[in-house]
């Protein structure tokens, strides 16, 4: 005799019975609603592709989580642990012929072998806002301006949220002028990147022991880390001209936040570095104020991936939105939806003979864009009430054998009790949405 296994769910994946699949639905109403509202339309890819699409662009960070083997025909493969470089590998075939700038959107399904904790899991869905071919601020504000709009448009106020906005260039430009070497950049950044999670003490022997800088700029990057507003910068460095070009264009991101009624969301945060190798400019993450959840969201300026992945030179910003921490978050707040199951009309049938009739109701009500159900053959009216009511059933339709003999049923409304005898005929001919 063969014995059952109990199959288990992975760790870090996810089932979504439809009390649970109400709140994604919401939060994909939303990002896509808030989408359209700025003009950009949506797309998406293979959620299998080339690993070679992630090992040259994404940076080691992301590397180290892909979910990737060898298929049957021999190709290293990998399920996406983000979008953009499929974004940027499907804009490297088409964009020559596409009018610029290009707004697309996406929500896809990723996968990053990670380790599971709170905000954290092995799949997500992410929506992605990616602005190609508009090489301004302007757009980088655009797109961070739609990340804002959708968590205000899901109940999320500035007192709720906030996003932390720093730029690379700026940031590469001052580490130098602390003495940091240009080769030794890319190591600096990680480090910089854990300032608010790890101790001083900690970030000083990361900075000499693994990026191996001397003393004395370790003291400098910590004194630039101490005082990181932008005021601050400002004062301490606006004279030096590779520092003010970078330093410019932030105060003027902020300044067409503001326009955009968005400046209470914003705050200049230099420890915003973004573990993802291919930003180039602008950076940005946005956070709940008590700092008690991991990021909502991630993006910035990535004007090379293109063309590294053989497409057009094209100057690109956007941002990832995953669901697990917003999710967290709008259930905290109590600004998830309610979960209710709803039916237009439940059809109450007493008798056999008027089973033929009730499908044939249902079948009209539905085509003009009701929903409708009808209770189970044989089961007693007090059972097929309670099952209306399990359903959410706004109306109950009644057939009983006196009524529909003299062509009518009784239509009940569940929510005021209500009760009034109507022909079958008007029933049959109820307006709804129409056939989809
Ligand atoms: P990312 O920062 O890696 O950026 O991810 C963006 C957001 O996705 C995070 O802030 C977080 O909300 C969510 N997320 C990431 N990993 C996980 C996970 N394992 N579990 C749950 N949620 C997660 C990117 O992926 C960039 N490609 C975004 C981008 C688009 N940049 C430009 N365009």
């Known amino acids: 005799m063969s014995r059952a296994k109990n199959f288990a769910r992975l760790p870090g994946f996810r089932d979504f019975p439809p009390e649970e699949l109400v709140l994604r639905s919401h939060l994909f109403d939303a990002w896509r609603r808030v989408s359209r509202r700025y003009g950009f339309l949506e797309y998406d890819g293979p959620p299998l592709e080339e690993l070679d699409l992630y090992t040259q662009k994404s940076g ?40 610029k700038p290009i707004r697309w959107f996406s929500i896809p399904q990723l996968f990053r072998y990670e380790r599971q904790q709170r905000g954290r899991l092995r799949e997500h869905f992410q929506w992605n806002v990616d602005l190609v071919g508009g090489p301004g601020v302007e757009a980088d504000a655009e797109v961070l301006a739609v990340a804002l709009d959708s968590l205000r448009a899901l109940g999320l106020s500035s007192d709720d949220i906030r996003a932390r906005i720093s730029d690379r260039r700026l940031l590469s430009a001052l580490l130098r002028e602390c003495g940091v070497p240009s080769d030794s950049l890319d190591a600096t950044y990680p480090v910089v990147d854990k300032v608010e999670r790890e101790s001083e003490e900690r970030i000083r ?7 191996g800088l001397p003393p004395e700029v370790v003291d400098r990057v910590i004194t630039l880390f101490q005082a990181p507003s932008l005021a601050a910068v400002a004062d301490a460095f606006a004279h030096r001209e590779e520092v003010a070009g970078p330093l410019a264009e932030v105060q003027e991101f902020i300044q067409i936040l503001d326009d955009l009624g968005l400046a209470g969301f914003v705050e200049f945060d230099l420890t915003i570095v973004r573990g993802l190798a291919y930003y180039t400019g602008i950076v940005f993450e946005v956070f709940d104020r008590q700092g008690e959840h991991r990021a909502i969201c991630g993006g910035g300026r990535y004007d090379s991936l293109l063309e590294l992945v053989g497409g057009e030179p094209l100057p690109a910003v ?37 089973a033929g009739l009730a499908r044939r109701l249902a079948t009209s009500l539905r085509r003009s864009g009701h929903s409708a159900l009808y209770g189970i053959r044989g089961q007693s009216v007090r059972k097929q009430f309670s099952a209306a009511a399990n359903e959410g059933a706004r109306q109950v339709i009644v057939l009983g054998p006196d009524e529909v003999s003299r062509g009518k049923a009784v239509l009940r409304d569940m929510v005021s009790g209500d009760e009034e005898e109507v022909t079958l005929q008007s029933l049959m001919g109820r307006d709804g949405a129409g056939e989809e």
Not at 205 to 211: C, N, Q, T
């Open 60 to 99: 080691e960070e992301i590397v180290g989580q892909l979910y990737n083997f060898t298929d049957k025909g021999g190709r290293e493969v990998s399920l996406r642990p983000e979008m953009t470089p499929s974004l940027a590998r499907i804009l490297g075939e088409r964009s020559r012929a596409m009018p």
């Open 205 to 211: 022997e990361r900075l000499s022991g693994e990026v």
């Open 318 to 354: 956007g941002f990832g939105m995953g669901d697990v921490v917003l999710s967290d978050l709008l259930i905290e707040r109590g600004l998830a939806p309610e979960y209710r199951r709803q039916v237009d009309y439940f059809l109450v049938v007493i008798g056999e003979e008027q």
